[in-house]
């Protein structure tokens, strides 16, 4: 398949997936670093729930290994237990994360 293409700046278009753990449906894709694109092998985790799954050579994505979770690096950790916990807080106040952010 062709490399995503950018939306806008730093938002990228990808293959239609679903989240597996929340169910969330997605077709953008952003790098927290903002230099590129998502490529395959690159870390995706759920804008929602904070899953982290990885892209596949066809830009899908497959769920990380417990190895795999287990050698990210700290600061990626850090963000992925952030958006776990700002979640949670959005569920306490009726709004999922996307909906907080996209109003
Ligand atoms: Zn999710």
Same mark, same amino acid.
């Given at each position: 398949?062709?490399? &995503?293409? &950018?939306?806008?700046?730093?938002?990228? !278009? @990808?293959?239609?997936? !679903?989240?597996?753990?929340? /169910?969330?449906?997605? +077709?953008?894709?952003?790098?927290? =670093? /903002?230099?590129?694109?998502?490529?395959?092998? +690159?870390?995706?985790?759920?804008?929602?729930? /904070? +899953? @982290?799954?990885?892209?596949?050579?066809?830009?899908?994505?497959? &769920?990380?290994?417990?190895?795999?979770?287990?050698?990210?690096?700290? +600061?990626?950790?850090?963000?992925?237990?952030?958006? *776990?916990?700002?979640?949670?807080?959005?569920?306490?106040? /009726?709004? =999922?994360?996307?909906?907080?952010?996209? *109003?």
């Amino acid at each position: 398949m062709s490399h &995503p293409r &950018p939306l806008k700046e730093g938002e990228y !278009v @990808v293959p239609h997936g !679903v989240c597996v753990v929340c /169910g969330h449906h997605f +077709d953008l894709a952003s790098n927290a =670093t /903002g230099e590129r694109g998502p490529q395959p092998g +690159d870390a995706s985790v759920c804008v929602e729930c /904070g +899953d @982290v799954t990885f892209f596949d050579e066809e830009m899908r994505r497959r &769920p990380a290994t417990p190895e795999e979770l287990a050698e990210m690096p700290e +600061d990626a950790k850090r963000a992925i237990a952030a958006i *776990k916990l700002t979640n949670k807080i959005a569920k306490a106040t /009726g709004m =999922t994360y996307s909906e907080r952010f996209h *109003k």
